[in-house]
């Protein structure tokens, strides 16, 4: 029989466990641009950025197989929600707090099975920029709404440093800058995350070299991965189209 003490050492146990297998995931970034939402990662050989319905999609860190479950439930959800009710009614908010985060919160509290490694971002673009809607989604089922941009990666402090470098952006930025700005942030958190270091301790403070910026010096790792950008793009007759960036238009906003 299983005690209160049994359980919550459980969970501190399964706590542990996903954030260590987190830590080594390539960041995930979701912003608006002028022209609609971003969201911008880099990737092994797998794909992280998918299309979910007509106006959302989702990038994530986690172990694939756990990625592709979660993007399976969000499917079957969203295209069930929309026949049978209407296609207006499939939103981010019911998408992530009536379907997928009870199902991650369930997971990660039974003790008997294997907690879900994941940790995502949902973008939502709607027909205007005031209605456009980000969700970040975390395997214990903690969830929390933006509508500028929002983050995903393997440690806090790393999301926290990344945010701070996505809060100066204006939402109305061109496509290559806010793109510019999410592939820095990226480095930042993906350095940090490796590193384990938090950014407001001195030890960083001490080791940080301020004439090579988080970009270049995650230079080796980048030349492992793939930049995978994809855009929920708003044009004139108010529709909503998903697309992958092309390579063309990924290296033309590079930092330097």
Not at 6 to 21: A, G, I, K, L, Q
Not at 119 to 136: I, N
Not at 158 to 174: H, K
Request: glycine share 6%; no cysteine.
């Amino acid at each position: 029989m299983m005690t209160p003490y049994d359980w919550n050492e459980s969970v501190r146990n399964r706590m542990e466990f996903v954030e260590e297998r987190l830590r080594s995931g390539s960041p995930v970034i979701g912003i608006r641009y002028s022209g609609g939402l971003l969201l911008v990662t880099l990737r092994g050989t797998q794909s992280k950025t998918f299309e979910i319905y007509d106006r959302i999609a989702m990038s994530a860190i986690g172990a694939p197989s756990d990625v592709e479950a979660v993007r399976i439930a969000a499917l079957d959800f969203a295209h069930q929600e929309g026949f049978a009710r209407s296609p207006d009614d499939v939103t981010v908010n019911r998408l992530v707090s009536f379907a997928i985060s009870p199902a991650l919160k369930k997971a990660f509290g039974d003790a008997w099975s294997a907690p879900l490694v994941f940790r995502g971002v949902f973008a939502e673009a709607g027909s205007a920029p005031e209605h456009d809607r980000f969700a970040t989604l975390n395997f214990d089922g903690n969830f929390a709404y933006s509508s500028s941009f929002a983050v995903a990666a393997g440690t806090t402090p790393a999301e926290e440093a990344m945010r701070d470098v996505l809060t100066a952006l204006s939402p109305d930025v061109p496509l290559q800058e806010a793109l510019r700005a999410s592939l820095e942030a990226w480095a930042l958190g993906r350095k940090l995350a490796l590193s384990g270091v938090d950014p407001d301790s001195e030890e960083e403070e001490t080791s940080a070299n301020p004439a090579v910026s988080p970009w270049g010096e995650m230079e080796d790792d980048r030349a492992q991965l793939t930049t995978e950008a994809a855009v929920l793009e708003r044009n004139t007759l108010g529709e909503v189209g998903f697309r992958f960036l092309t390579e063309d238009e990924i290296a033309l906003s590079l930092p330097h």
